[in-house]
């Protein structure tokens, strides 16, 4: 079974451009989340979609960052325009259950952003 | 303000030894609790889970404990092994998040 892919696999750009990361999650699975972490940080969720749908957006810094799941399979995380303290690594992970608390979620390898 | 919290950045144990991870929490409404194991350049590994009803549960050289009354999780491996040097995370979550720690690089001497 084919894991959680994401590219790009680094990105490197400056302040104030704008950058987008892709997202495809384990087939089959509904529930798709986008996590940023922070170098000696554990990972914080931005952002969580049940099949295309939004259920979780509390965290995501809305002036500057924008995701979607049109066809509620791939997803992608846009950034614009980047600043600084966005550098992180941004994973993305999937589920196969509606409620958080019930299933494990799956990660991708990650996208290293560095912003100069 | 930190709901998850690993106090410990680092651990060392000698291979054959055990290796016990710890995990504090101030969130009462978690119920689902899970180790991830994190390679470098690479994303989380799900590693073991409980649910809260549990206070125990074991996979193979894994075992996590629950205290709920303490808000303390942990995660005992034995016997160590080389290839489990690698950072753990904690995680926990209720209804629609799930909180990380900060994570505990474990280092298994050979």
């Known amino acids: 079974e084919a894991g959680v892919a994401q590219s790009p696999r680094y990105k490197i750009i400056e302040k104030r451009q704008s950058v987008a990361f892709w997202c495809n999650p384990i087939s089959g699975h509904a529930t798709l989340y986008w996590y940023q972490q922070i170098l000696g940080q554990g990972p914080k969720l931005l952002i969580q979609f049940q099949n295309n749908g939004v259920v979780d957006d509390s965290q995501l810094p809305k002036d500057r960052f924008s995701a979607e799941r049109l066809k509620g399979v791939d997803s992608t995380l846009k950034i614009q325009p980047a600043k600084l303290e966005d550098s992180a690594v941004y994973l993305c992970?999937?589920?196969?259950?509606?409620?958080?608390?019930?299933?494990?979620?799956?990660f991708g390898p990650g996208t290293r952003l560095t912003v100069l | 303000d930190q709901q998850v919290k690993q106090n410990s950045p680092s651990l060392s144990v000698q291979e054959g030894r055990i290796s016990i991870l710890n995990c504090d929490y101030t969130n009462s409404m978690f119920d689902y609790f899970l180790w991830y194991k994190k390679y470098p350049a690479e994303g989380p590994t799900f590693l073991i889970s409980?649910?809260?009803?549990?206070d125990k549960n074991e996979d193979g050289r894994f075992t996590v404990f629950l205290n709920k009354s303490a808000k303390h999780l942990s995660l005992h491996i034995v016997p160590s092994q080389p290839g489990d040097s690698a950072v753990y995370f904690c995680?926990?979550?209720?209804?629609?998040?799930?909180?990380f720690g900060t994570g505990t690089r474990l280092t298994v001497i050979p």
């Open positions: 409980i649910s809260s009803i549990k």
């Open positions: 995680a926990m979550g209720g209804a629609n998040n799930l909180f």
């Open positions: 992970a999937s589920s196969s259950l509606v409620v958080l608390g019930s299933d494990t979620q799956y």
